[in-house]
C-alpha cells in the first residue's frame, strides 16, 4: 500500500552538508518527498517528540543533540514507505548498518546517527501531525 513516513535529517548531518546526499537515497529508493521544512528543535520540543524515551539511560544525550542545531524534517510517501525508509537508513547503530545504506556511509555514531525513521503506521501518523498540518502535505 502506499504509505506516509515522518523522516528527520539529524544535527550532525545538516552540519556535514549532507542533506541532498541523503534526500537524493531515498529518491533512489522511490520514495517521495511532499512535505519538508528545515528547523531548530528546542530541547522541550525535542523530549515531546521522543517521550516513548523518556526514562531510557540516552534520552538527556538524545535529546540535547536534537537541539544542538538545525534539523530537515520531511513526510516521504511511496509503496511500503515505512519498511522502505527503514532499509534506506539502515540499522540504528552505523556499525550494524548494511553498506550503502544512509548510516552506513553517514553516521558518526549510534546517537549521531544522520537520520530518523518511523517505525510503524501508528507513529508515523503521530510524528507527522507533530510537525505538519494537513495542508502542507502535497503528494
Ligand atoms: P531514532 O530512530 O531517532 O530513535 C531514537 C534514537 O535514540 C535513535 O534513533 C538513536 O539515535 C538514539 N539512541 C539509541 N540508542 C542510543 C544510545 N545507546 N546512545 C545514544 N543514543 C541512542
Same mark, same amino acid.
Given at each position: 500500500a502506499?504509505?506516509?513516513?515522518?523522516?528527520?535529517i539529524k544535527?550532525d548531518?545538516?552540519?556535514?552538508n549532507l542533506?541532498?546526499? =541523503?534526500? +537524493?537515497?531515498?529518491e533512489?529508493a522511490?520514495?517521495? =518527498?511532499? +512535505?519538508?521544512?528545515?528547523i531548530r528543535?528546542?530541547?522541550?520540543q %525535542?523530549?515531546?517528540?521522543?517521550a516513548?524515551h523518556r526514562?531510557?539511560?540516552?534520552?538527556?544525550e538524545?535529546?540535547?543533540f536534537m537541539?544542538?542545531g $538545525?534539523?530537515?524534517?520531511?513526510?516521504?510517501?511511496?509503496e511500503?514507505a515505512i519498511l522502505k525508509?527503514r532499509?534506506?537508513m539502515?540499522?540504528?547503530?552505523?556499525?550494524d548498518a +548494511?553498506?550503502?545504506t544512509i548510516?552506513?556511509e553517514? %553516521?558518526e555514531?549510534?546517537?549521531e546517527?544522520?537520520v530518523?525513521?518511523?517505525?510503524? $503506521?501508528e507513529t508515523?501518523?503521530?510524528? =507527522?501531525?507533530f510537525f505538519f498540518?494537513g =495542508?502542507e502535505?502535497?503528494?
Amino acid at each position: 500500500a502506499i504509505e506516509r513516513t515522518l523522516s528527520i535529517i539529524k544535527p550532525d548531518a545538516t552540519r556535514r552538508n549532507l542533506t541532498g546526499r =541523503i534526500n +537524493a537515497k531515498f529518491e533512489e529508493a522511490g520514495l517521495r =518527498i511532499i +512535505a519538508q521544512k528545515r528547523i531548530r528543535l528546542t530541547k522541550e520540543q %525535542a523530549e515531546q517528540f521522543y517521550a516513548v524515551h523518556r526514562g531510557r539511560p540516552f534520552f538527556a544525550e538524545l535529546t540535547e543533540f536534537m537541539a544542538s542545531g $538545525p534539523v530537515v524534517v520531511q513526510v516521504l510517501e511511496g509503496e511500503n514507505a515505512i519498511l522502505k525508509n527503514r532499509e534506506v537508513m539502515g540499522a540504528t547503530n552505523p556499525k550494524d548498518a +548494511a553498506p550503502g545504506t544512509i548510516r552506513a556511509e553517514f %553516521a558518526e555514531s549510534v546517537g549521531e546517527n544522520s537520520v530518523h525513521g518511523s517505525d510503524a $503506521p501508528e507513529t508515523a501518523a503521530q510524528e =507527522i501531525a507533530f510537525f505538519f498540518a494537513g =495542508i502542507e502535505l502535497v503528494g
